[in-house]
């Protein structure tokens, strides 16, 4: 039985009421902009709380602007495979996440700048399944994937089976390994130096894809943890490179994983926390599969 996610179209909240007769032009011309901002960033915030936890990036081209990599002396830089060895490690390591099998996880949305707050709620399954659902501004975004066929829903665009760059990304991201699995879908690994990343040093790591695309990775240099992730998401609109700040990591039975997700791109900035997580919960495949259309 699929879990109760059902899709809730626009009805209120500053969107467009269609009910309503001879509304002043400036007036609709206002609520439709208003109601496209939310269907813009709620795709966004879908795209990226699939991925919350699937730490590792996809591909990267034109990233936020950010301060330079401090170059180190080469024989004072770790390897770039002793720094993915100490980030598995620092996680739990990989026989502590071989254990667990289904996550669910819940939490919260704001956009500051839009005064906008949400929810999202968030199944994966091993080996490959997915199923993100947003709700933002009364409309309610979803994003799945089966192992096979990634899929999304949402007011904008309705019901559709995702296709090249976008559905490369969905699946990747439903790896629910992926962190421990970061090797299989690079072919080179850099270190570049290291860079300050709030009160953190961080090592700074090139990653070329197996697509020929750069990612780059920023690493603790004390902890060993993912600090940063420069990613670009494909969605119908359009590639939107996103700036990923992780922090608050909690031990989750066994293993650690990043609470707070803060997101900024050039066309908004917002932050995913999340409240629960729960591991090896009974989940259907069914609730991952694309839905009829109704």
């Avoid at 071989?98 to 080996?127: F, Y």
Wanted: aromatic fraction near 8%; proline fraction near 4%; hydrophobic fraction near 35%.
């Amino acid at each position: 039985m699929r879990p109760t996610f059902t899709g809730r179209h626009v009805a209120a909240g500053g969107f467009q009421n269609r009910s309503a007769n001879k509304l002043p032009r400036r007036k609709v011309s206002k609520m439709t902009f208003n109601k496209m901002r939310v269907f813009g960033a709620g795709i966004a915030i879908l795209a990226v709380s699939f991925a919350a936890f699937a730490q590792a990036p996809a591909t990267t081209t034109q990233a936020p602007a950010t301060a330079p990599a401090v170059t180190s002396p080469a024989a004072t830089l770790p390897s770039a495979d002793q720094i993915l060895d100490k980030y598995i490690a620092a996680i739990g390591g990989e026989a502590a996440w071989h254990k667990l099998n289904s996550r669910v996880s819940k939490g919260t949305i704001e956009i500051p700048a839009m005064s906008l707050s949400g929810t999202v709620e968030v199944h994966d399954k091993a080996p490959d399944s997915s199923l993100a659902v947003v709700s933002l501004g009364g409309a309610t975004f979803q994003r799945g994937c089966d192992g096979t066929t990634a899929w999304s829903d949402d007011p904008q665009n309705g019901l559709r089976t995702l296709s090249g760059a976008e559905a490369e990304d969905s699946k990747r991201q439903a790896d629910f390994y992926h962190q421990i699995n970061m090797r299989k879908y690079y072919s080179s690994w850099r270190v570049t130096g290291t860079e300050k990343i709030g009160d953190h040093d961080a090592y700074v790591v090139e990653a070329t894809s197996l697509a020929g695309d750069v990612d780059k990775m920023y690493f603790d240099t004390q902890s060993g943890l993912m600090l940063r992730a420069i990613t670009t998401l494909h969605t119908a609109q359009g590639a939107a490179v996103i700036q990923s700040e992780l922090s608050d990591y909690r031990d989750t039975d066994g293993i650690k994983l990043p609470f707070s997700v803060h997101q900024s791109s050039a066309q908004t900035e917002y932050t995913i926390t999340f409240s629960e997580v729960h591991h090896n919960v009974d989940l259907s495949d069914g609730q991952f599969s694309k839905p009829a259309a109704q």
